[in-house]
């Protein structure tokens, strides 16, 4: 049993990548944190925004691509339940190119997908993969694809614990609380509550 996460990297304060995610800020923290939302930035200038949710990404697209508009964002998801990993990236508000690999059906390079205008160290990384599928066949090699193209741009991976000294702060984050909407002209109208 793996675990389901995803991550957005962007060049940005880590507080607005939270901010622009729909995401409040409730504090700080001294060290990684074990939080389901979480954001650090790094001292390269790239922020990481954490989620324990692996689809906040996909229920939040209008933000990666308002974010991106004079910026890359990075959205990956890494689920090992299934043995899948995904990177899409965003650029002047559209997404731009997306990279996925889908383990669970069988380790052959046909389950290694892409679209859009890839990176070139797409190509490279897999020939790395498919070299080392070779070697042991075993091994899922593809896996590693995804999120090795999107740590050539920002420097991050889901599997690297940032320490402290590697960031400004950790913040800690929640989603915003969803206000009920109103009743309806009509609903107020004939006396219903709902």
């Known amino acids: 049993m793996g675990f389901r996460i995803s991550f957005i990297t962007a060049d940005l304060p880590a507080d ?5 995610m729909g995401l409040e800020v409730l504090g700080t923290a001294d ?3 074990a939080n389901s939302y979480w ?8 922020s990481v925004l954490w989620c324990e949710d692996e689809l906040f990404g996909h ?3 209008k933000h990666l691509k308002a974010l991106s508009w004079d910026r890359l964002v990075l959205y990956c998801i890494v689920n090992e339940t299934v043995n899948a990993s995904t990177v899409w990236a965003y650029d002047g508000w559209i997404k731009t190119w997306e990279i996925h690999w889908q ?7 046909e389950n290694l997908s892409s679209d859009g205008n890839v990176p070139d160290v797409f190509r490279l990384e897999s020939e790395k993969a498919h070299a080392a599928l070779l070697r042991d066949p075993e091994d899922d090699v593809y896996f590693e694809v995804p999120l090795n193209v999107a740590a050539s741009f920002h420097g991050f991976r889901h599997d690297h614990w940032l320490k402290a000294e590697e960031v400004d702060c950790f913040l800690l984050l929640k989603k915003k609380e969803r206000r009920a909407p109103k009743p309806g002209f009509l609903a107020r109208l004939f006396g219903r509550k709902h």
Not at 16 to 20: D, N, S, T, Y
Not at 39 to 46: F, P, T, Y
């Open 16 to 20: 607005e990548l939270a901010r622009g």
């Open 31 to 33: 060290e990684m944190p």
């Open 39 to 46: 954001a650090a930035r790094k001292k390269d200038g790239v």
């Open 59 to 61: 229920e939040n697209e």
């Open 103 to 109: 383990g669970d059906e069988g380790i052959v390079p």
